[in-house]
């Protein structure tokens, strides 16, 4: 299942989110992990993908309460990705993940690259642009990648959320 949801954050969630990605993408002390570390199988041939995971707790406490309201009860693991050029992510499904959240931070460029693509039930393919405040929810196993962001374009910059369905009692 895919689901595309327009202006995802409050205006004033956004801002927040978007000055800390900021703060810690021009910082000298942030701790910025790379895609090295991914599955050989999500990386092939991309360019580095910066992430940083979110620790601020209000950041937090809000996301949490956002998906609990749109999507019901999950553990989430939110994560700033920095997108540079020609950093791709190739066809997969999210493996033993519930679920995924993408908010894109920052408008793009058509030209820009990164689309996010998947495949229907019916095999055709459709493409997401990013947008800002544009959040892409994908769950069940859907499969997806992600283009390649393109020469010339800026660092984009998303919030990824990986979430596990809480079980109920």
């Given amino acids: 299942m895919i689901q595309v949801i327009e202006n995802f954050l409050e205006p004033d969630l956004f801002f927040n989110a978007t000055t800390l990605s900021n ?3 021009n910082s000298t002390d942030s701790n910025l992990k790379s895609n090295a570390s991914w599955n050989s199988d999500v990386v092939r041939t991309s360019h580095i993908v910066l992430v940083h995971m979110i620790s601020d707790d209000e950041l937090m406490n809000h996301l949490q309460k956002r998906i609990e309201e749109e999507f019901g009860d999950y553990d989430i693991t939110p994560m700033f990705y920095y997108w540079t050029q020609f950093s791709y992510i190739p066809w997969h499904n999210d493996g033993n993940h519930s679920a995924a959240l993408t908010i894109y ?26 947008k800002r405040n544009r959040a892409i929810f994908q769950s069940d196993g859907v499969k997806h990648s992600v283009t390649s962001v393109n020469l010339g374009a800026p660092v984009r910059r998303t919030i990824q959320i990986f979430m596990k369905k809480r079980l109920t009692n």
Wanted: hydrophobic share 30%; net charge negative; proline share 3%.
């Fill in 23 to 25: 703060e810690i993408y």
């Fill in 105 to 130: 931070l920052d408008d793009q460029d058509k030209d820009d690259g990164g689309y996010f693509m998947y495949e229907k039930t019916d095999g055709k393919i459709e493409a997401i642009a990013p």
